[in-house]
């Protein structure tokens, strides 16, 4: 099982060769790959890590167009290639990674049109430094395949597995070690895959052995002494870190992220604050603690010493205990337990405080400031998502309030602003109760738009026949609140409101029947990437463009307004959950011309773009150089065409199908990374299995396929259908019965996704040998369009479209079975 066949040239059995070798390099090389991941996610942006990762797989891609192109030369030189290889991964692990951290790549000269082009070239330098690794190991796997002809299934299965594993292992080691020095883990690893392997150049295995040992305390050592990786400058914490008497208070490692807590005078409570403090007898916010993850600032901290909430009747999130005094209350997350502070000195009746991170759980749970108030039995903290508390709950509450901080703790918390969500609040609040949602309107008032909307949708969904007497807006210059109530807000609630906002100089962006000449006193214009004069002024020359934008968002001109609006203001759903994605592709002229003016959470959509087209360019010369190559051997044209529909069916297929589970399983989990890593190690170990047993189907290749092409349609059918619905019934159960699930869930499948490829590969022999390669660089450049390309697709149709396409790539999978006919 774990060795297979290597051949001559000839064809003559040279010897066995173990399987150890290559399952521990695909481990290693997943490995690297979430360590790059967690590097770039802490160091710049994660849309721009993953513009960069994608090398990855260019670099296996390019290594099969070259072992192709170069066929004769490494069949030749395989075994050397095969003792050497491991030598070179760990040199081009350790200077690529050492490379990349003195790169001074800087995103926000990326959206500058006088920098952008130096920030280009460091993404190059990137490339340049990371691509010799992949595109070694790469050429490694590459080979095992090229050479293991009559084992490939069993090949395939070891390099699947291997790299399962691997995610499996990195996820873990992520708990204990600080994530700039991961790649120390795994280094070490390639010793396992130097012994099971014989020596090059004729050296003895035990002084090879020797040697690599020594070079890889050497690589270990300079990882450790000169690794440059550190925050950016345009990270929110590097200027805290750099505060004179600034200490690091703790230190939390998590695959979620990495946490820190500092303590220093510029730590205060991050909320929105009136002008008018003093006049209110209101004090300023309190210093606190800063958590940090990934180098974003996501939460305040209580100091232990002395808790005072005088700054509450200042801040614009107090309205609705105003509104609804002695209230039964749900806090969607605490603000790092101030909101469980806030509400106990408002003096609720009874309060349920949800935190679904467990870092920040713990923090707020061993707070003494609140710590104190959870002995209360009236007062609960759970760690559990909305989501959770809705499919359990009987209880009714008066006030819904989401923190304001709670959308950017946790890619996840996304749901939570869902029109499901909303649904499910709706619910749960009393007749005459209120949800309060935040946003920020500091970079644009789209994403405000588009949480109306959802509103408006829910509320129609709902039976209600008008939305918008049951909507309140209001603001500051940064930020500002979405009030929704099951029943119609009185005139009596918008007076409060109005009293409310003139004495802290807030703003009333809406409430049904607004004036357009209320008085404004913060300033709002529209923010806009092409010329536009509908911004409406008083008399004071000051606009309110939220203001403006909603009243035609609840008018006759609702259709037309959103369907010609620059922006993309939809829904969010389950389906379509991702609350940043609000610019047009048909825009992209526009956008492009003032990139300085997108928002950073919205650059992922155009990354997205760059390396599909990217992508695009790179598949087309892999199709093409190996067929130059190779034109006088070719077979007929229907038998080249055939593979290239075969092979690049299953790179699309089977990402699009990973991809789909990744977002459901972070779902589930309420975490992306654990989402990430549970998908893609069920999936490899699995799909591992699968190619493993493929190999009883080598003499009827079609009945293999047409067994596993038809679990794979059935299991798509039952998941767009059903999926969904059984996701929220299990909200609530623990998180083993969750990944218990998960597994249950995607192992069949995954067994079935494991045929294919091997079934595939295993055709190219005798004559045709040369094209192997060839193939398998084709599923590989695929893989890499199938990323950005569902990831478009998710942002403009949903997740279940990715399934439904997938369905279609599989047939084609089927039918064009790549049977390839002598000349």
């Known amino acids: 099982m774990f060795k297979f066949i290597f051949k001559k040239p000839n064809g003559n059995a040279l010897e066995r060769i173990s399987l150890v070798p290559i399952f ?4 290693v090389a997943v490995g690297f790959e979430m360590t790059l991941t967690r590097y770039f996610s802490i160091t710049s942006w994660s849309q721009y890590s993953y513009w960069v990762i994608s090398i990855t797989m260019v670099g296996f891609a390019v290594s099969g167009v070259i072992l192709s192109i170069f066929k004769n030369f490494f069949e030749k030189h395989t075994k050397q290639l095969l003792s050497i290889i491991p030598l070179i991964l760990l040199v081009t692990a350790t200077l690529g990674y050492l490379a990349i951290t003195i790169i001074p790549f800087n995103p926000l000269e990326f959206q500058d049109p006088n920098t952008w082009l130096a920030q280009l070239i460091n993404i190059w330098k990137y490339y340049g430094a990371l691509f010799p690794f992949f595109f070694t190991t790469g050429l490694y796997i590459g080979l095992y395949f090229m050479f293991g002809l009559k084992s490939i299934p069993r090949v395939y299965a070891a390099d699947l597995v291997g790299a399962g594993v691997g995610t499996l292992f990195i ?15 795994l280094l070490p690893l390639l010793i396992i895959a130097v012994i099971f392997q014989s020596s090059p150049f004729r050296m003895k295995r035990g002084i090879f052995l020797v040697i690599f040992i020594l070079l890889t305390i050497v690589c270990e050592v300079s990882i450790v002494k000169y690794n440059q990786a550190d925050f950016n400058e345009y990270k929110a914490i590097f200027a805290s870190m750099h505060v004179q008497g600034n200490k690091v208070k703790k230190e939390i490692l998590s695959p979620r992220g990495y946490f820190l807590i500092l303590d220093n005078f510029t730590e205060r409570l991050n909320v929105d604050f009136s002008n008018n403090a003093k006049l209110i007898n209101a004090t300023e916010p309190p210093i606190t603690y800063g958590l940090y993850k990934d180098g974003d600032r996501i939460a305040s901290i209580p100091k232990d010493e002395n808790y005072s909430g005088t700054y509450i009747p200042a801040t614009l999130g107090v309205f609705p205990y105003y509104l609804k005094p002695k209230a039964s209350v749900l806090l969607v997350g605490t603000q790092g337990g101030f909101n469980i502070l806030r509400a106990d000195q408002l003096g609720v009746n009874s309060l349920t405080a949800l935190e679904p991170d467990p870092v920040i759980y713990s923090l707020v749970k061993n707070n003494n400031s609140v710590s104190s108030i959870l002995t209360n039995p009236q007062i609960k903290l ?16 008066d006030i819904i309030d989401i923190a304001s901080n709670f959308l950017d703790q946790s890619d996840s918390n996304k749901y939570a602003f869902t029109s499901e969500a909303i649904h499910g609040y709706m619910n749960m609040l009393k007749n005459d109760g209120v ?5 920020s309107i500091r970079d644009s008032t789209a994403y405000s738009l588009k949480i109306i909307e959802t509103i408006y949708q829910t509320l129609e969904s709902m039976g209600i026949s008008s939305p918008q007497d049951h909507v309140l807006v209001y603001r500051s210059s940064w930020n500002d609140r979405i009030l929704v109530s099951p029943s119609v807000f009185t005139k009596s609630d918008i007076q409060k409101l109005s009293e409310f906002t003139n004495k802290r100089s807030f703003d009333i962006s809406y409430f049904n029947g607004i004036n357009k000449n209320i008085n404004v006193w913060n300033d709002l214009p529209a923010i806009s990437f092409e010329p536009s004069n509908n911004t409406v002024t008083n008399n004071d020359g ?10 035609k968002l609840f008018s006759n001109q609702h259709t037309e307004f959103l369907k010609n609006n620059f922006f993309r203001i939809k829904p969010l759903t389950f389906d379509q959950p991702d609350f940043y994605s609000i610019l047009r592709i048909s825009k992209l002229k526009s956008i492009l011309n003032n990139i300085e003016l997108v928002p950073e959470k919205n650059m992922g959509s155009l990354v997205n773009l760059a390396v599909l087209v990217q992508s695009i360019i790179i598949a087309i010369i892999i199709l093409l150089l190996p067929l130059i190559r190779w034109r006088k051997y070719l077979p007929k044209a229907k038998d080249i065409i055939k593979p290239i529909l075969y092979f690049s069916g299953l790179g699309l297929g089977f990402f699009f199908i990973e991809i789909y589970l990744i977002g459901k399983a972070s779902f589930l989990l309420s975490d992306s990374m654990y989402g990430f890593a549970a998908v893609i190690a069920t999936m490899l170990i699995f799909s591992g299995i699968g190619s493993f047993m493929s190999e009883k189907y080598l003499d009827k290749p079609r009945r293999g396929l047409l067994l596993v092409c038809s679990v794979i349609l059935i299991w798509v059918i039952a998941m767009y259908f ?7 019934s299990l909200m609530s159960v623990s998180i083993f019965l969750k990944y218990l699930f998960l597994v249950v869930m995607i192992a069949p499948l995954s067994v079935a996704l494991g045929f294919p490829f091997s079934l595939g590969l295993s055709l190219f022999r005798g004559e045709r040998e040369y094209l192997l390669p060839w193939a398998w660089s084709i599923n590989g450049s695929f893989s890499v369009i199938a990323t950005p390309l569902a990831s478009i697709i998710i942002l403009s149709l949903g997740y279940k479209s990715i399934l439904a396409l997938s369905i279609i790539f599989y047939i084609i999978v089927f039918i064009t079975y790549p049977e390839i006919t002598k000349n």
Request: proline share 7%; hydrophobic share 55%; charged share 20%.
């Open 171 to 185: 996820l873990v080691v992520m708990f204990w070690i600080h994530p700039f020095l991961l790649l120390t883990i």
């Open 542 to 551: 000051v606009s309110d463009s939220l203001r403006d934008d909603i009243l």
């Open 722 to 728: 059903f999926l969904d619905p059984i996701l929220l």
């Open 24 to 27: 521990i390099i695909s481990a």
């Open 382 to 397: 759970l760690e559990t998502t909305p989501l959770s508390i809705e499919s359990g709950n009987k209880n009714k509450f």
């Open 435 to 439: 949800l309060s949602i935040p946003d």
